[in-house]
């Protein structure tokens, strides 16, 4: 397929810059045995995974190890047995991982999804290295999976090469991201689900974005109180 | 058109007004879908298929890309959907989404438009403007290969005039949003009163249709049979040439029987070949505005560069060079292969008593810096290919580090040389090739420049 002239072994193009690049040639990849890789070096190094202190709870970046402010109120609006137990992100919410996400889910270049791909499964097995949990991903109102034409938290989910479940329903149906914090954190009916639907279960949320921690307290307080879940974490691909 | 004629009193005008010589995605159309409906069963709208497949390859019917790796599928409602990734960004193409166009033809009824810049041509630029106005009217193709600092928008002014006034729709289409912001003031300028719109991604104007349109050929995806004058600036330009599309998108935004003009200081071989057997008309204007030729560069051998820098060294002879010239108050433009050099140049300048800076792509501070430059308040701009087009300072010197690299082209080596005396009381100047080997390109470039002086010398466009 190359238009270019002559060329290496294996030229690639970036899924997210266009341009071209060239994979290191290894015995592993003459072989096969390792996938392509999707970005190239520039646009890799653009996107910042968490490291260092995070918050125990929401999985913040921050300088200490201790819990942040938002996890404290968290803590005072909702009873301790109703609460998501942590969350774990892979990214940081920069200017470079903004474009990307806005590309991926708003204009709906589903492809993009394997750009994490690699990254996104790896974290997973490192912060969640039992195989006993769920994973639910955080459904789309019928009207956005519509215009969309997919949920970006089930192309996450499927990364992890698990079974996951579906046992939430989406109420209201307007973007989060076109919501002031106060509203955000004021609309607590936007799930719900069928009695005793997850019973028993340890449950992970999969979303793409952690700001808030709205979405998934709503979503884990309704697994809890009304599905019968035993726990609810969750894993987002970003924490901003 | 064959359009009922009781029905014309029924259409909306407002969708006519949006979708006239446009080519939009559903998305882009903030109509009901009654409506919709009801025009296309009336034969008002197209609907054609957004992608095509052809033996199994794909092709995007907005932005023409046929490269099969930018195609790729999403999941909905239990169906592989087929999208086109190349322009996504403006909204996804995806199969089952149509693309819809208005069908009748577009009239153009504006009020007519007076040139009010008051500048006069010179010799060379009024013969490339009476070309012009008569490829205009013959709905020709033209080539104008002017040199760097002819003059070329100004020239462009008479053949924009005449157009207009024959209710002829004009665009000047370049690849660069630079170009795009540096022009359109100055032809609002030249033209007062008219409605010109300028069309680069995050403009106010995005999407509008007028008499004059100044746009990046990236926006060009969503019109379609709507411009009479194409005129295509810097027709040699990245990302022009490289990116099958945007050739596609300028093709599909002209009418069927409309002028095409290729604008460059360098044109491509293609062209050039082209030009030179008759097949496409042209007309070369080998002098500046000035009349003064152009300065012809020079090389110079700087040893094995590369090391020095990593060595935090500056070549000696390009050091030299420098500090001349900012001695005698001249500004220097030091051009670089890549951004890694750039970086590393720059370190190695901290040591050097001058006022430098540098810019690439990416550099969220280069309009400041470009503008510093400009006014005087910086001694040394290092730049990656960037400002090969465009810039003018006066008094500038121009210097290639690393000539020899493949980036730096012939048509990229004669453009760089094209920053030097382009003002008339500056018409002089360095252009300095630092090299580790010359390449063919450098010979080219250079031969290019003589050519051209010995062509103005001949035609007596240089005093």
């Known amino acids: 397929m190359s238009n270019e002239a002559g060329g290496g072994i294996h030229k690639l193009i970036c899924l997210l810059c266009d341009s071209q690049f060239s994979q290191d040639v290894t015995w592993r990849a003459l072989f096969l045995l390792k996938p392509d890789e999707k970005v190239c070096y520039s646009c890799r190094s653009k996107l910042k995974k968490i490291t260092g202190h995070i918050c125990p709870l929401c999985g913040r970046p921050q300088s200490v190890h201790a819990v942040c402010r938002d996890c404290e109120v968290w803590r005072t609006r909702i009873r301790d047995s109703l609460l998501l137990r942590q969350n774990r992100s892979v990214y940081t919410y920069n200017d470079m991982m903004k474009e990307t996400l806005s590309r991926f889910k708003f204009r709906g270049d589903a492809e993009i999804i394997n750009a994490f791909k690699s990254d996104f499964s790896s974290t997973f097995s490192k912060v969640y290295p039992d195989k006993h949990f769920v994973l639910v991903p955080i459904p789309l109102s019928k009207e956005r999976e519509e215009e969309r034409g997919f949920n970006q938290a089930h192309l996450l989910a499927e990364c992890l090469d698990r079974p996951s479940h579906h046992p939430l329903i989406r109420l209201n149906n307007e973007k989060q991201s076109k919501k002031k914090k106060t509203e955000r954190l004021l609309s607590e009916c936007i799930f719900d689900t069928k009695n005793n639907s997850a019973e028993g279960m340890n449950i992970i949320l999969i979303d793409d974005l952690y700001t808030t921690g709205a979405t998934l307290h709503f979503a884990a307080r309704c697994l809890l109180e009304k599905g019968k879940a035993a726990s609810v974490s969750s894993f987002t691909l970003i924490r901003s | ?463």
Not at chain 2, 88 to 101: A, D, Q
Not at chain 2, 249 to 276: C, D, F, G, H, I
Request: glycine share 6%; net charge positive; with cysteine.
């Open chain 2, 1 to 463: 058109m064959n359009v009922p004629v009781e029905k014309n009193s029924s259409f909306s005008k407002e969708l006519q007004q949006t979708l006239r010589s446009r080519h939009l995605l559903r998305t882009e159309l903030s109509f009901s879908d009654e409506m919709i409906e009801w025009h296309i069963k009336n034969g008002y709208i197209t609907a054609e298929n957004s992608i095509s497949i052809n033996k199994r390859r794909y092709r995007c019917n907005r932005c023409g890309q046929t490269d099969q790796r930018y195609f790729s599928f999403y999941h909905s409602s239990g169906k592989n959907k087929l999208y086109c990734r190349s322009c996504v960004m403006m909204g996804r193409v995806s199969e089952e989404v149509p693309l819809y166009s208005w069908k009748e033809e577009n009239e153009s009824n504006w009020k007519s438009i007076k040139l009010t810049w008051d500048g006069k041509l010179s010799s060379g630029q009024q013969k490339a403007a009476n070309v012009l106005i008569e490829a205009i009217s013959k709905k020709e193709e033209l080539l104008i290969w002017a040199v760097c600092g002819a003059g070329k928008t100004e020239m462009l002014f008479p053949g924009i005039e005449s157009a207009l006034n024959q209710g002829l729709r004009v665009c000047i289409a370049t690849p660069r949003t630079d170009v795009v912001l540096e022009l359109a003031p100055r032809l609002k300028a030249a033209f007062q009163g008219a409605d010109i719109s300028a069309l680069y991604g995050g403009s106010d104007d995005k999407g509008r249709l007028s008499p004059l349109m100044i746009s990046t050929t990236h926006q060009l995806l969503r019109y379609k049979d709507a411009i009479d004058v194409m005129i295509i600036d810097e027709v040699d330009a990245f990302p022009y040439s490289a990116d099958q599309t945007l050739q596609f998108a300028v093709q599909k935004a002209r009418k069927k029987n409309s002028t095409l003009v290729y604008l460059s200081a360098t044109p491509p071989k293609e062209l050039k070949r082209k030009a030179l057997n008759g097949q496409l008309h042209s007309v070369r204007i080998p002098a500046r505005h000035h009349r003064k030729p152009l300065p012809e560069p020079r090389f110079v051998w700087c040893g094995n560069w590369k090391k020095k820098l990593n060595r935090n060294k500056i070549p000696p002879a390009v050091k030299r060079w420098i500090e001349f010239h900012v001695k005698e108050g001249r500004p220097v433009f030091l051009f670089v292969p890549s951004v890694s050099i750039l970086e590393k140049a720059a370190a190695c300048f901290k040591g050097v008593h001058c006022r430098t800076a540098s810019v690439h792509a990416e550099d969220k501070h280069r309009k400041e810096k470009v503008q510093q430059f400009r006014d005087g308040q910086l001694d040394l701009l290092i730049t990656t290919t960037i400002l090969e087009r465009g810039v003018t300072v006066p008094k500038v010197q121009t210097g290639v580090l690393g000539a020899e690299s493949s980036i730096f082209t012939e048509s990229a080596l004669v453009q760089i040389a094209g920053r030097t005396g382009r003002h008339k009381e500056y018409a002089d100047g360095d252009v300095i090739y630092f090299h580790f080997g010359k390449t063919k390109s450098m010979l080219d470039a250079r031969k290019h420049i003589k050519e051209m002086n010995e062509l103005a010398a001949k035609v007596e466009c240089t005093d």
